[in-house]
């Protein structure tokens, strides 16, 4: 190898290893230094490796020298991420839903890598295994992956869209018929990535489940201007729609025990107006879409909350908790 090559190559692999295989706790000695470079058949030496480390932090690529007992080490911290960043990012990878199995242990071997060699292995070490029911749509990051480009081209996106029946089977709708749309935006929550699209059909916005597509595409043809124009009414429809769904919207005021609190600023913002009518317990009044997701969130919490008002929503779950009750007699 000319002489002029060997030395782009050397500083190539120095970069590569002090990243990867140092840092302040692991420094490598010159003489370390020196064997794993020779060990890839370049020539080097002890007496050009200050001389690469000046150079290196002359680039603008700092690189740190410490003592190691009676010898000089070198080291670089150069990671993107801290550890506690990191770790973070691994448990919510760890813990999504959406992500398979095997995609999951891709992504978290990705982001531990971002570490360093030593960080690598300690954040893999210490994983918590959670009991996450994943999903078994490996397609979903190359769906999300083509979504994002028809996006980002603003352009339409087409799909198959299918249910699960009792036996894990894909049942397609609309007869296998590809849905054509014209997408605004991707969305994350509670373990699902949802598009968010303009249905020309009812002039609204609507949404589709990521996980339950196959075959997704990209269109040539352009979103037209009346989905461009809902751009603004996003924000709104994606906190109706993840709050609660569905249904119309009622001005509601709840009476509930101290112990739900935190329950309802995780479900509402921590923005919401309390008032004390009781040494045990509060009300409050926000405007809620009357909907399953509603009463469902609702009867999960029994008799630590009542409903004040208005009387029609009272009735309403009057009526279905006479239902459920007559279900059982």
């Known amino acids: 190898m000319p002489q002029k090559n060997q030395q782009k190559m050397k500083?190539?692999?120095?970069?590569?290893?002090?990243?990867?295989?140092?840092?302040?706790?692991?420094?490598?000695?010159?003489?370390?230094?020196?064997?794993?470079?020779?060990?890839?058949?370049?020539?080097?030496?002890?007496?050009?490796?200050?001389?690469?480390?000046a150079q290196l932090n002359e680039y603008g690529i700092e690189v740190m020298s410490v003592m190691r007992g009676h010898k000089k080490a070198y080291y670089m911290d150069d990671s993107r991420f801290d550890q506690p960043e990191l770790r973070i990012l691994i448990d919510a990878v760890q813990a999504a839903g959406f992500i398979t199995e095997k995609k999951s242990a891709a992504l978290i071997d990705k982001l531990a890598a971002l570490g360093g060699k030593y960080r690598a292995d300690a954040l893999k070490e210490n994983r918590i295994c959670f009991h996450t029911q994943k999903h078994r749509n490996e397609a979903i990051l190359y769906n999300v992956d083509t979504l994002e480009e028809a996006l980002q081209r603003h352009r339409m996106a087409s799909f198959l869209y299918f249910d699960l029946n009792e036996n894990h089977e894909k049942i397609y709708r609309k007869d296998k018929q590809r849905y054509n749309v014209e997408p605004l935006a991707l969305v994350f929550h509670e373990d699902f990535y949802y598009l968010v699209t303009y249905s020309a059909k009812y002039k609204n916005l609507c949404h589709y489940r990521v996980d339950r597509m196959d075959h997704v595409s990209v269109e040539e043809t352009p979103i037209s201007e009346s989905a461009e124009a809902q751009r603004p009414a996003l924000t709104g429809y994606t906190e109706e729609l993840f709050k609660m769904f569905g249904g119309d919207t009622e001005t509601v005021t709840l009476e509930l025990s101290d112990k739900l609190i935190g329950a309802f600023?995780?479900?509402?913002?921590?923005?919401?107006?309390?008032?004390?009518?009781?040494?045990?317990?509060?009300?409050?009044?926000?405007?809620?879409?009357?909907?399953?997701p509603f009463w469902g969130w609702l009867f999960q919490f029994g008799a630590q909350i009542q409903i004040i008002a208005p009387e029609s929503v009272r009735a309403e779950y009057k009526a279905r908790i006479k239902a459920i009750d007559a279900m059982y007699q």
Request: glycine share 2%; net charge negative; proline share 4%.
């Open 11 to 53: 500083m190539l692999f120095l970069v590569e290893m002090l990243r990867e295989c140092t840092d302040e706790q692991h420094p490598l000695t010159t003489q370390e230094i020196v064997e794993r470079i020779q060990a890839r058949g370049i020539t080097c030496d002890r007496r050009t490796v200050s001389i690469d480390m």
């Open 265 to 292: 600023f995780d479900k509402f913002g921590e923005d919401i107006k309390l008032q004390r009518v009781a040494p045990d317990r509060c009300r409050v009044t926000l405007d809620i879409r009357i909907s399953p």
